[in-house]
């Protein structure tokens, strides 16, 4: 009798939390159907710069709430709760689109609490390169980093009109690429909304890196992390490329990407992610840095796999360090940092 009462129990608990769920993702389609924008034919062209590797040229797709990659996830029904109204983490994706890690961020920012909201900007841009190396090994920084950019930006601007969560209290994380894009953001968002972002693994390369930031920025590395490194020790956080591969975002704040870039002096040399960190940090702007030990390029990508990665084909392919994942302790320490901080910015 008693294990019946526990499992009328547990089935009515199942019900109800999925009930809540779909009455949830209802009231979220219907809101978001009025805002949907689809990509009209023609944007984001591909171009073969060389064998196997590609820039993107033309106008690039806005975000699309109705996009079939978009997930506007709720924090779990018996997961942690912060507040009457969730707080938001957006998450930019990587350059190889939205993975694993990415995944699993969302997923462990739900059961702590935090509403998500993933896409795939690539897919907003009418690509379909799911089981491909197109985006992964086969296009330029500069090209994913403006989709992203855009995405994340529109992204940003359609969540401030979400009822269910507690717009004062957005985050946006990236990695990779998104990690540029995060550290972009930064530079652009309103205090009055976004409380901290988390840039974990940005390069050098790309869309640049804003002179200032409005919010506090957190710049999160793995000690170990060589992801597209030309030498086993040639760290993320301290490499430097040449000008020639940047170019500026559009709505992009002001930054490094107007002084160096293929138009700006294209023949110097950047500044590495930390050089640039500590210059804002020396003029007293609200950056972190936060490095884990052991851990290489991206903390929530499962165990090391220290493998390479070529990028392009033929004769002119560029086999480069992909060190990629970190120990659990390391993972979960990010994790437990991330909820600390962001509780700590309530008042």
Same mark, same amino acid.
């Given at each position: ?63 699309? /709430?109705?996009?079939?990659? #978009?997930? $506007?996830? %709720?924090?779990?029904?018996?997961? =942690?709760?912060?507040?009457? +109204? ?123 890196? /804003?002179?200032?930031?409005? #919010?506090? $920025?957190? %710049?999160?590395?793995?000690?170990? =992390?060589?992801?597209?490194? +030309? ?117």
């Amino acid at each position: 009798m008693e294990s019946t009462r526990v499992s009328m129990a547990t089935n009515f608990n199942q019900f109800l939390a999925s009930a809540l769920l779909l009455t949830f993702a209802t009231l979220c389609n219907a809101q978001s159907k009025s805002d949907c924008q689809p990509a009209p034919p023609g944007v984001a062209q591909l171009v073969e710069i060389r064998p196997g590797f590609h820039l993107v040229r033309g106008n690039l797709a806005e975000f699309d /709430p109705c996009h079939r990659s #978009v997930q $506007l996830s %709720m924090p779990g029904f018996f997961g =942690d709760k912060l507040a009457d +109204k969730p707080p938001l983490m957006i998450i930019a994706h990587g350059g190889n689109g939205p993975g694993s890690a990415e995944q699993e961020m969302a997923k462990r920012m739900n059961a702590r609490g935090v509403a998500t909201l993933l896409f795939d900007a690539y897919e907003l841009n009418g690509f379909q390169y799911r089981g491909t190396s197109l985006f992964l090994t086969g296009a330029t920084n500069e090209s994913r980093q403006r989709m992203i950019f855009k995405a994340t930006l529109g992204a940003y601007n359609w969540i401030l009109k979400n009822p269910q969560v507690d717009t004062s209290r957005l985050y946006i994380h990236g990695l990779s690429n998104g990690g540029s894009v995060a550290l972009n953001m930064a530079g652009v968002v309103d205090p009055a909304h976004v409380r901290m972002v988390f840039s974990e693994g940005a390069p050098s390369a790309g869309i640049g890196m /804003p002179d200032k930031i409005k #919010v506090p $920025l957190k %710049m999160v590395f793995g000690k170990i =992390d060589n992801y597209g490194g +030309k030498t086993e020790d040639d760290w993320m956080h301290l490499r430097t490329d040449p000008c020639v591969v940047n170019q500026a975002a559009e709505s992009a704040a002001p930054g490094t990407a107007n002084r160096c870039s293929r138009w700006a002096n294209p023949n110097a040399e950047g500044i590495s992610p930390f050089q640039w960190g500590e210059q804002l940090r020396a003029e007293g702007q609200p950056l972190e840095f936060w490095f884990y030990e052991g851990a290489a390029h991206g903390l929530l990508a499962g165990p090391i796999n220290r493998g390479m990665r070529t990028y392009g084909s033929g004769p002119t392919a560029a086999q480069r360090y992909g060190w990629t994942g970190a120990p659990p302790d390391a993972a979960n320490r990010f994790v437990a940092d991330i909820i600390k901080a962001i509780k700590a910015s309530y008042p």
